[in-house]
C-alpha cells in the first residue's frame, strides 16, 4: 500500500492546493514539511472514496486534500468540537477552495457521545480527541462502517500509539490489515475486513 501511496503523493501540497489556504491563518511546520497533509492526498487520490468523515477538522488542513483527490466522492463529512479551531472559518476556507461538486458539511460534535456513525464511509481519518479512551472510542465507533481508517499523531502522542495499538491487536479478526505511513508525525492506516459491511 504504501509504494502505492507514494505514487499518488505530490512532492508538496502546495502543487495541488494553494498555498494561503494552509498558511493565512497561522504557519505550521508539519504544512511546511512536504510530508504531512500530501498523504491525505494521496489517500483520496488512491482510495478514490465515495464517502468520506473526519473526526477533528479543525481548518481543514486534512480534509480538503481528500476531498479535492477523490473525483469519485459524493459525500464528505467532518464533526469538529471546535477546541482548536472554528467551523465557521473551516466552512469558509475550504468552500473557497473546494473545486469538486460532491456534497460535505463540517457538524459541531463530540464523537464521543456518538454510539455510532450516521452511514458507512469509505475513508475515515481521526484526528480528534488524542487520550487513549477517546482514540479507542472513535476507533470502535469505525467497525463495520468504513474500509479504511487513517490515524494521525501516531508517532507524536505516546496515547495515540498505546490506544491504535491496543485497538489493532484486540480487534484483529476485523482487519485485514494495518500499514505504518511515515507521515510527518506518523499515521497507522487500517483497513477492515469488507464482510463487515
Keep these: 500500500m504504501l509504494e502505492k501511496l507514494l505514487e499518488h503523493k505530490p512532492k508538496s501540497i502546495f502543487d495541488v ?3 494561503e489556504f494552509f498558511t493565512k491563518y497561522d504557519k505550521y511546520d508539519y504544512t511546511l514539511s512536504g510530508n ?5 492526498w494521496a489517500l483520496g487520490s488512491y482510495l478514490q472514496p465515495h464517502s468520506f468523515l473526519e473526526i477533528g477538522v479543525r481548518f481543514g488542513f486534512s480534509f480538503l486534500p481528500t476531498i479535492q483527490a477523490s473525483s469519485n466522492l459524493g459525500y464528505a463529512l467532518g464533526w469538529d468540537l471546535e477546541t482548536y479551531g472554528n467551523n465557521q472559518i ?3 476556507n475550504i468552500g473557497k477552495y473546494y473545486t469538486g461538486d460532491a456534497k460535505w458539511e463540517i457538524k459541531h460534535i463530540d464523537s464521543q457521545l456518538e454510539n455510532s456513525l450516521p452511514q458507512f464511509f469509505d475513508l475515515i481519518s481521526i484526528d480528534g480527541c488524542h487520550d487513549y479512551d477517546c482514540k479507542v472510542h472513535d476507533l470502535k465507533l469505525c467497525i463495520g462502517k468504513c474500509k479504511y481508517v487513517i490515524l494521525d499523531d501516531y508517532d507524536y502522542h505516546n496515547d495515540v500509539r498505546r490506544s491504535t495499538d491496543f485497538f489493532i491487536k484486540e480487534y484483529a479478526d476485523e482487519i485485514e490489515w494495518n500499514e505504518y505511513i511515515p507521515t510527518f508525525r506518523g499515521s497507522q492506516l487500517i483497513k477492515f475486513k469488507e464482510w463487515k459491511k
Excluded: G, L, S
Excluded at 36 to 40: A, N, R, V
Design 17 to 19: 492546493i494553494p498555498e
Design 36 to 40: 504531512c497533509f500530501e498523504w491525505y
Design 90 to 92: 473551516a466552512n469558509e
